[in-house]
């Protein structure tokens, strides 16, 4: 199983708390993400500041994608769906990408673990209304070379 995923599992029902990563006292999606880094390469690729929760949108600056170019391989949007990749979704049709979360199970019924407002840290189905808001996918870096 990949440790992307493994690591995702382990915040699950971790509370949603905006700017926090903190495995079961509270995170946001991207506390989430920031966490299963700090597991797999023992620390932070760069230091995040303070963000609101419109991440940037009212200046259209896409903020999470530039980021996400930084430090994740860019996979093709064709490819079938992997588990323990990271999505990177829109949340409406004209604003900016500013939700995260990581492939659980790639197939047959494809899963999404993600830290969601009201929910916290959950895994539903990768539905098709979240497959549409889907604007852009990732692999970390090194899993991506070793094909986990």
Known sequence: ?????VEARRWLGTPYVHQASVCGAG???LGLVRGI??????GE???????SRDWAEPQRDE?????A?????PVSPTRSFVAGELLLFRMRDAG????LGVVGTAAPMPTLIHAYSGHGVVET???APWVRRIAARFDFPELHDAGI
Do not use: N, Q
Request: glycine fraction near 2%; charged fraction near 15%; hydrophobic fraction near 45%.
């Open 125 to 127: 189905s990768l539905s």
């Open 69 to 73: 170019r930084r430090h994740l391989v």
């Open 96 to 99: 900016i990408a500013k939700h």
């Open 1 to 5: 199983m990949s440790p992307v995923v």
């Open 45 to 51: 690729p760069e230091s995040v500041p303070a963000y």
């Open 63 to 67: 903020v999470l994608w530039a980021a």
């Open 27 to 29: 995170t946001d999606c």
């Open 37 to 42: 880094w700090r597991a797999i390469y023992g």
